[in-house]
């Protein structure tokens, strides 16, 4: 009966929305006449970029909050101070594309343009309240998310900002009432000859003034404004720019995406307003141009080689010889690390580190092999980048790697994408240079925090000969081919396998930067770029190695498999412990209640959305569920080792599938009745935490990885069993 009135519930209510649409329809339709649907498909660039800065909030927190939930999170005042300062300019900006296309309207619709005027008078205020109207929701969601606990600070950096903006605005204004005598004018006069050459007379519409023989009204505005924001931008890319040296200060990665507005509202307003005099599709020329772009120049991103003169990499029979001989128990360790953003790279740190506290040094000597995926690349470039540089860490020098592997490096790929990357896309390929794009700025930022910011494979393979570290692999995928490139120091022998190969067989006599491996590792969607050597040494690109195996379980069996299980003997390996470290829960995938009454039934998709997107969703769904399947059970067939006389102990550390995240600590709830405290700690006491897929973390998503650990250590919960059993197999080992 329930699933019945749900079934009623949910017909009823898309009858509603049904019922709603169609009379809004209707409504707009006798209200608006053509001209006036004409005139606002004219304006849609200025329209959609008003729209999406304003609900800019909404997208991130409700739609797509993995990926741009914590852009809002901001760590001090200063950074909240330039993000209400560029969400006023580019509320300001939209304006004036709107007024400036709206007023030469003419253009396009049969009509005088004077009628216009008046909302291009410089004694108006009404552009300046439409702006602040439009930066609004992201002003307060930005002051509302800021990670500041100093209320007065807080208060500080929001008032600075307002502040900011007021003069600015009053500046502009000013302008604008003495600008007879601005330098812009020649500007103007070079412009309007250019458009008297280009344009024919009949064509001038919207552009040059009949009755004045001037720039049409609004052009010089939109000129100077632009003209003013470009100067910006252009002190910005230098004075923001993310290099592999300490900095006091970057520009948060929501005053990019903001910028990234701008100009796109600008070149594409002025394209819509221009092409649709001919009836020409923008979207479609804009598309053809940046591809034409591509195409003359050649562009692409690319991952840095450096030629190298060393002959010959170590094999890893050698390393592994050399590695077991630290402790000489006959006990070898194998990690996977998974991906996921920044949450698999401070999980995996996370993991290795406690584990190192809970065992000793002797379990990090042990390590023989570490595979990883994606962001567990990036955290065990860092536990590995320390262990290189500090064989036996304290307490302080343990923690340093956690914190790490999650330095937030999601502004630095805010900067490459609204510069480099941005004038890559917008038929410019040429201005940036060949390896300067977000990826590279990626790497610069984790540069910044490691000991050995310039290591590469040649400098850990020396290491890793000596037994100093254990053979690492960065999991990546060949987009051409599909298959598994293995990024390691040390020397696979994979040349012609179909299923995988490794960089020693692609890529002979040259050396590949330690942070530039992990990147390849971890291109996740989007956020990195898909790259190609830049010596044109292969002809094909590198992506996330999850695409292939999000979890390494694939590379690390076959390793066993290939190298390990036929010399056991001659290794003198008496035990294997096999360690997995996922940065996500499976159980909340995998075994989700079918009780369509649970809470877990809201999260079904809509039908419309399946229609539209279910291939993509089951994609993304199906990648994760049916490798974890697979990963256990390839992880029981390696049972199949006991037969060569090698004990096997798989052990699975998993980041739990639900934690305390957000507590309700507040003092009042005391003065009320306890029925309404039972009502609204049943609310607020916890929240589920949601990992983010970026490259940031806040200061409470950080306490809820650590806080994940802790359930490994809690008596009253199933992980601690697993902890138990891998130290007791640990002590008695010998």
Request: aromatic share 12%.
């Amino acid at each position: 009966m329930i699933q019945s009135k749900s079934k009623f519930y949910s017909i009823g209510k898309g009858l509603v929305i049904i019922v709603v649409s169609l009379v809004i329809i209707a409504a707009l339709l006798h209200v608006l006449d053509a001209d006036w649907i004409e005139r606002y498909l004219v304006l849609r660039v200025p329209l959609l970029a008003g729209i999406f800065l304003f609900t800019l909030p909404v997208i991130a927190f409700y739609l797509l909050p993995s990926l741009l939930e914590n852009m809002f999170v901001l760590e001090n005042p200063l950074r909240l101070t330039v993000v209400i300062i560029q969400a006023a300019v580019t509320g300001l900006g939209i304006v004036f594309v709107w007024l400036v296309i709206d007023v030469n309207a003419c253009r396009f619709l049969n009509e005088n343009c004077a009628n216009a005027l008046a909302s291009l008078n410089a004694n108006s205020i009404i552009p300046y309240l439409w702006g602040v109207f439009l930066a609004m929701p992201v002003a307060y969601a930005s002051w509302a998310m800021a990670d500041i606990n100093n209320r007065q600070q807080k208060l500080l950096g929001a008032a600075c900002g307002a502040a900011a903006v007021l003069a600015l605005y009053s500046a502009i204004y000013y302008l604008r009432l003495n600008d007879s005598q601005s330098v812009l004018n020649t500007v103007a006069q070079v412009l309007k000859s250019l458009l008297n050459k280009v344009l024919p007379t009949s064509q001038q519409a919207g552009f040059i003034n009949p009755n004045t023989g001037e720039l049409a009204a609004g052009h010089l505005l939109a000129l100077s404004f632009m003209l003013i924001t470009v100067a910006i931008y252009t002190v910005c890319y230098f004075l923001y720019r993310p290099l592999p040296t300490p900095r006091k200060w970057q520009a948060p990665a929501l005053y990019y995406f903001l910028v990234l507005i701008v100009p796109l509202t600008f070149v594409l307003g002025w394209l819509t307003f221009f092409l649709d005099y001919y009836r020409v599709p923008t979207l479609i020329i804009a598309l053809l141009v940046s591809w034409a772009m591509f195409s003359i120049f050649d562009t692409d991103h690319f991952f840095k080689l450096i030629p190298s003169n060393k002959k010959s990499r170590t094999t890893v029979y050698e390393a592994l010889k050399n590695r077991l001989s630290i402790n000489n128990d006959g006990t070898l360790v194998v990690v996977c690390a998974s991906g996921g953003g920044i949450q698999a790279a401070g999980w995996a740190a996370k993991v290795l580190i406690e584990l190192q506290r809970s065992l000793g040094q002797s379990f990090a000597n042990a390590i023989a092999l570490i595979s990883a995926v994606s962001g567990g690349s990036v955290g065990a470039m860092h536990y590995l980048d320390s262990m290189n540089s500090v064989p036996n860490p304290d307490e302080n020098q343990l923690d340093k790697i956690f914190d790490n592997a999650t330095t937030n490096s999601l502004d630095a790929t805010g900067w490459g994408l609204a510069y480099p990357d941005l004038w890559r896309m917008m038929g410019a390929p040429f201005l940036p240079s060949k390896m300067n794009d977000r990826g590279e700025a990626l790497e610069n930022s984790w540069k910044v925090v490691m000991h050995n910011p310039d290591a590469t494979f040649n400098s850990w393979q020396a290491s890793m000969a000596e037994g100093g570290l254990p053979i690492a692999v960065f999991n990546s995928t060949q987009v051409e081919h599909g298959r598994r490139l293995l990024l390691s120091p040390i020397s696979f022998a994979k040349k012609n396998e179909h299923s995988d190969i490794d960089f020693d067989a692609l890529y002979k006599n040259y050396d590949i930067g330690v942070t530039t491996a992990a990147r390849l590792s971890a291109t996740f969607a989007y956020i990195s770029p898909i790259a190609k050597d830049n010596c044109g040494v292969q002809d094909f690109h590198a992506a996330d190695g999850g695409y292939f195996d999000n979890y390494g379980v694939f590379t690390a069996n076959q390793w066993l498999t290939d190298h390990v299980l036929s010399d056991v003997d001659t290794l003198g390996i008496k035990r294997i412990i096999y360690i997995e470290i996922r940065a996500f829960s499976a159980e909340a995938e995998l075994h989700q209640s079918a009780d369509t009454t649970s809470s877990t039934a809201t999260q079904s998709r809509s039908g419309w959305v399946m229609a539209l997107l279910g291939p993509l969703l089951t994609l993304a769904k199906v990648r994760n569920t049916t490798q974890t399947a697979r990963n256990e059970y390839d992880v029981d067939i390696m049972a199949a080792c006991q037969s060569k006389g090698v004990e096997f102990y798989p052990y699975t550390f998993e980041f739990p599938k639900q934690i305390a995240f957000f507590e309700n600590k507040k003092p009042a709830m005391v003065t009320k009745t306890p029925a309404v405290v039972a009502k609204v700690a049943d609310k607020l006491v916890t929240k589920k935490y949601t990992p983010p897929l970026s490259w940031k973390l806040s200061e409470k998503q950080k306490k809820a990885i650590c806080d994940g650990w802790h359930i490994f250590e809690d008596p009253d919960t199933v992980s601690y069993q697993i902890l138990q059993n891998l130290l007791k197999i640990w002590r008695t080992r010998k």
